[in-house]
């Protein structure tokens, strides 16, 4: 019997040993958790003062007072409302593709038809616009701090009315209002480069991209004088915005720091709809510092690719597809970084690739221009400088000079694109069945 006691009781002591280590191994446990989240927190603030101390605005309150217009000054944001208010949408979808690449093909009398009922409805709309994009000044009425911002499809409706207005001023024959309607259009989607948030940025190339596909439909539509050539030339030089991908980062970069740093925000994000085991694995992701951990390790990676931003052009990319990589190579513990991290790489390209089709269509205008003057195209590039052109332009993704080349009727200003391999001006196929594989950023003037 004593000898049972004896046994009971060295379990008991056995017990109460392993629930006392197993008590000292969750104290040590919290210790590391706690000086795990303190750490991060702290690199995390002084990550966040490392960006202060570099120039970067890291507050929202700042961002919203840094975008900002003189007092007593047009907005021309309230002009631009305004003919969103007033704008009809068009009773044929066909109508607002005719801003794409038509060449010299006639539109048919159905769908000028359709196109002039489109602009006869939308003359308030259009008034408006045309007031606008001659205003200096322009601010949006954003809040960051809500996360309001411009709506963007509204300022796309408004850019390609004045676009299918330029076309349809050009099949009238009216080379001097087409030129007037396309400089407006670009001025109008220029109207979003001073807002920073990097999805308004975006929009901006975007619908500058629809500018610059329109430029080259009228052009082989209608012939402009040399002053209206060098109208749309300047328009176009003007608003060539080479690191808003960068600006816009800068506001991503605020937001994330507000994300990062507020508990009740980055809950938010998770939104009304989430199910209970989100919820925890999120509480348990934040409890042992990896919310705060995640945000040092993001805000590097947006302060890398801002930088990236400001390299020369030809540098760019290639420092963004190693940013790239070390993305891919974060550790698999930082689950939710992995998962929300957007392709900055793909913004830079993207941008990369609207720098080369303002280049190319500035130098076609210029070409364009020595033809008037000479009565016939240029053998080289080099002969526009420096009456029509102050230099060459250099191709954003390998640095060297446009390529230009004479067709049978016309020619081509081209850039190689993201592959960097010259592919003698080939144009993007428009139906991606064809069997093109490789392209050019092209701009052709085919007459």
């Known amino acids: 019997m004593d000898e049972k006691q ?198 901006r190339i975007v619908y500058q991209k629809n500018n610059i596909s329109t430029l080259q439909s009228i052009i082989n539509i209608i012939d402009f004088t040399d002053e209206q050539l060098a109208q749309l030339s300047k328009a176009i030089s003007d608003k060539q915005r080479l690191s808003g991908v960068s600006y816009g980062l800068a ?55 801002i930088e990236a931003g400001k390299l020369p052009l030809d540098e760019r990319l290639e420092a963004a597809k190693g940013i790239q990589t070390e993305i891919d190579n974060i550790s698999s513990i930082h689950i939710q970084l992995k998962g929300t991290v957007p392709n900055y790489t793909q913004f830079l390209s993207r941008e990369l690739t609207n720098i080369s089709k303002f280049r190319v269509a500035q130098t076609a205008l210029a070409v364009q221009r020595y033809r008037l003057k000479n009565g016939q195209l240029p053998n080289l590039l080099s002969s526009l400088v420096p009456e029509f052109l102050e230099s060459i332009p250099s191709d954003p993704f390998d640095g060297n000079q446009l390529r230009y080349k004479k067709l049978d009727s016309g020619f081509v200003v081209y850039s190689v694109d993201e592959d960097m391999i010259d592919d003698g001006g080939q144009e993007e196929p428009k139906d991606r069945n064809q069997k093109v594989t490789h392209w050019d950023i092209t701009f052709i003037l085919d007459k």
């Open 251 to 305: 506001g991503q970069l605020c937001d994330s720091i507000s994300i990062f740093e507020d508990i009740t925000v980055s809950n938010d994000l998770l939104g009304a709809n989430a199910s209970f085991a989100q919820r925890l694995f999120y509480s348990v992701y934040r409890s042992f510092g990896l919310i705060e951990s995640d945000g040092v390790i993001y805000l590097d990676i947006i302060d890398k690719f």
């Open 6 to 203: 004896e046994v009971k009781g060295k379990r008991i002591k056995l017990k109460k040993y392993h629930i006392l280590i197993f008590i000292l191994f969750l104290f040590l446990l919290g210790g590391i958790i706690v000086h795990f989240r303190s750490s991060t927190k702290s690199k995390l603030r002084l990550k966040i003062d490392a960006l202060r101390a570099k120039g970067y605005t890291v507050l929202l309150e700042e961002l919203n007072q840094s975008y900002s217009i003189p007092d007593n000054v047009e907005n021309a944001a309230d002009f631009i409302l305004d003919a969103v208010s007033y704008y009809v949408e068009p009773n044929n979808s066909n109508v607002q593709d005719i801003t794409g690449w038509v060449k010299q093909n006639k539109m048919s009398d159905e769908t000028m038809k359709h196109a002039a009922e489109y602009l006869y409805y939308n003359q308030k709309s259009l008034e408006l616009l045309h007031k606008a994009a001659l205003l200096e000044y322009c601010r949006y009425p954003i809040n960051l701090n809500i996360g309001q911002q411009p709506k963007l499809i509204d300022i796309q409706k408004m850019v390609r009315l004045l676009c299918v207005e330029a076309v349809v001023h050009a099949e009238n024959g009216n080379s001097a209002a087409s030129a007037k309607s396309l400089i407006h259009s670009i001025n109008i989607a220029d109207s979003l480069s001073n807002v920073p948030i990097n999805i308004c940025q975006l929009g």
